[in-house]
């Protein structure tokens, strides 16, 4: 699949409804880095950004780079205060959506670099969705 800068997505994939609970975590962290889409291992450039909101299905961020829509991205979630933990998954960007001096980007996950780390997720989500 090819993707280029500036690609975006269609509003009626933007209206899906969720399959995932999605929370607002203020002190979670990610550092996100664009990947070779051939082989899913090169990294081209690294990011590290606030999450806006968070599910097993993917996040929200906010960056000051735009990125290429499908590109497939390696994901590092540092979950904050209390939490020694880094969570690592894989995933594409899914949608892009431009801000006045910003970039919302959306990563769905398409694979997590250990069962442990989506359980881990899974809990913390449930806690602060309580």
């Known amino acids: 699949m090819?993707?280029?800068?500036?690609?975006?997505?269609?509003?009626?994939?933007?209206?899906?409804?969720?399959k995932f609970k999605r929370?607002?975590?203020?002190?979670?962290?990610v550092n996100y880095k664009l990947l070779d889409p051939r082989t899913w291992?090169?990294?081209?450039?690294?990011?590290?950004?606030?999450?806006?909101?968070?599910s097993l299905g993917g996040l929200a961020v906010i960056g000051v780079t735009e990125m290429p829509l499908h590109a497939p991205v390696g994901v590092d979630i540092n979950l904050g205060y209390g939490h020694d933990k880094v969570i690592k998954a894989f995933g594409r960007v899914a949608w892009i959506k431009?801000?006045?001096?910003?970039?919302?980007?959306?990563i769905s996950f398409s694979w997590?670099?250990?069962?442990?780390?989506?359980?881990?997720?899974?809990?913390?989500?449930?806690?602060r969705s309580a």
């Not at 993707?3 to 409804?17: C, L, T, W, Y």
């Not at 929370?23 to 962290?29: E, F, G, L, R």
Request: proline share 2%.
């Open 2 to 18: 090819d993707f280029k800068i500036g690609d975006r997505m269609d509003n009626s994939v933007q209206e899906e409804k969720r």
């Open 23 to 29: 929370v607002s975590i203020p002190d979670v962290k």
């Open 41 to 54: 291992s090169t990294y081209h450039e690294k990011f590290l950004n606030l999450v806006e909101n968070i």
């Open 98 to 106: 431009k801000q006045q001096d910003n970039y919302m980007l959306g």
């Open 112 to 127: 997590w670099k250990k069962e442990d780390d989506k359980k881990i997720l899974f809990n913390l989500i449930q806690k």
